[in-house]
């Protein structure tokens, strides 16, 4: 076989690697999803079966959380392009979500000038919200999201950071919790990478994606 015809064949193979290890992602998160979708009604339901205000307040939460991640889902697969989002209004958005969390954990967000990004508006809302509740439950006390002259968002934090054992498999499904590291971080980048872009860490505690 001639070094061209061998090459092609090596690019061949390389490229069937790269969908097999796509559609085992997919695979992967789909399943995530299934797991996540029937845990929140699971607890429901037990939650509507007690009188106890507690409890439908458990209810409560658990529906709108089902309710954010469906919109989400709907979001990502309708896939329109050419819409862009203001970064800016995402930040304040999240930040009247998690304000009892940041004002409970006496946290401080410091917020730069940030660009429009090309992506809905929900689901760059998505992105930055998982980000800022996985820096939150990580025991940060303070987040900072800032944007570079490329148009990469970051968002750091001052917790401990993300241990050099994990760091390879952050975004990869190994948790099914919704909203922090696992299936928050895997939305994340499944969002991301559907509409050309890509999120990555940079140790010890900063998040960096940027779309286009």
């Known amino acids: 076989m001639s070094s061209a015809a061998l090459r092609q064949e090596d690019l061949l193979v390389d490229e069937l ?40 307040d458990t209810a409560l939460e658990n529906t709108r959380t089902l309710q954010d991640l469906v919109e989400t889902l709907l979001e990502l697969a309708r896939g329109q392009a050419g819409e862009c989002a203001d970064a800016g209004a ?44 996985n820096a939150l439950e990580a025991g940060a006390s303070r987040v900072e ?27 990869g499904v190994y948790s099914g919790k919704f909203g922090g590291a696992g299936l928050g971080l895997t939305l994340c980048r499944e969002i991301l990478r559907r509409r050309g872009g890509d999120i990555w860490l940079e140790l010890p505690s900063t998040f960096a994606f940027r779309v286009g």
Not at 104 to 131: C, H, K, M, S, Y
């Open 17 to 56: 690697a790269g969908l097999a290890r796509a559609h085992a992602e997919s695979q992967d998160f789909v399943s995530l999803l299934a797991h996540e979708l029937r845990t929140r009604l699971k607890v429901t339901e037990r939650a509507l079966s007690s009188a106890d205000e507690d409890a439908l």
């Open 90 to 133: 995402a930040v304040r958005r999240v930040l009247e979500d998690l304000g009892d969390d940041v004002e409970l954990l006496e946290a401080e967000i410091v917020a730069g000038e940030l660009p429009f990004v090309p992506l809905p508006q929900g689901l760059l809302d998505t992105v930055l919200r998982n980000l800022f509740a």
């Open 145 to 171: 999201v800032l944007a570079r002259p490329d148009g990469t968002i970051c968002v750091s934090d001052d917790g401990p950071g993300v241990p050099f054992r994990v760091a390879s498999r952050i975004f």
